[in-house]
């Protein structure tokens, strides 16, 4: 009975988040982008840091790239 009672919650957790997740955060990245209209400065600080994000990911990925190169394994794609 009792991991019937602990691990129900938890499965029901997850499928609410795995269903209403995606919708709830595409409405609030909405909501965050109507707001930043009205504030330019924000807006363009945030342009931005998602450009510098940018360069500093793929920076990231090229580096893995050529230590798993360097290194001999091999990446599926």
């Not at 129900?8 to 995606?22: D, M, Q, R």
């Amino acid at each position: 009975m009792f991991p019937i009672r602990f691990l129900s919650p938890l499965v029901a957790i997850g499928i609410a988040g795995y269903y209403f997740l995606p919708e709830t955060t595409s409405n609030i990245l909405a909501l965050a982008r109507k707001y930043e209209e009205r504030v330019p400065v924000i807006k363009d600080i945030h342009d931005k840091v998602a450009i510098d994000y940018a360069k500093i990911r793929n920076g990231a990925v090229k580096e893995v790239e050529h230590v798993t190169d360097k290194l001999g394994i091999t990446t599926s794609k």
